[in-house]
């Protein structure tokens, strides 16, 4: 997978969540947000557009293909977790610059959570 960080992110109150996702196992790309729309759930959550999604609400996304992930999205009803990576280099806004941090946590190194299981299944732990 390269490096990168891990990093959990948190939504809730249902959808839209104002973000665009791209890829999938059809198109032999990993799944990406591709687009963020302003002033939105996603854009508050810390969610940057790149980000790799490895999860949603703790379903694995690596073999899923595009129309999966979009009926996975369209079962959440009320609470969206994501487990995303985000290469180092990416140009996104710095932890402090976000608007809600509490909806980010930040992680780098091995992660003791719940995606802790899903990460060293992916050896990335």
Not at 10 to 32: D, H, I, N, V, Y
């Amino acid at each position: 997978m390269g490096t990168g960080d891990f990093i959990c992110i948190s939504m809730t109150g249902g959808a839209p969540w104002g973000f665009r996702l791209q890829g999938g196992k059809e198109q032999k790309q990993p799944l990406q947000v591709a687009k963020i729309r302003s002033q939105s759930k996603a854009s508050g959550s810390g969610l940057c557009e790149g980000d790799e999604v490895v999860s949603i609400n703790g379903n694995p996304c690596a073999d899923l293909t595009y129309p999966q992930v979009i009926e996975l999205m369209e079962s959440v009803t009320d609470s969206l977790q994501m487990l995303i990576k985000r290469r180092w280099h990416a140009p996104c806004l710095s932890l402090e610059d976000r608007s809600h941090p509490p909806f980010l946590q930040h992680r780098r190194g091995p992660i003791s959570r719940p995606g802790a299981t899903l990460l060293s299944q992916l050896g990335a732990s």
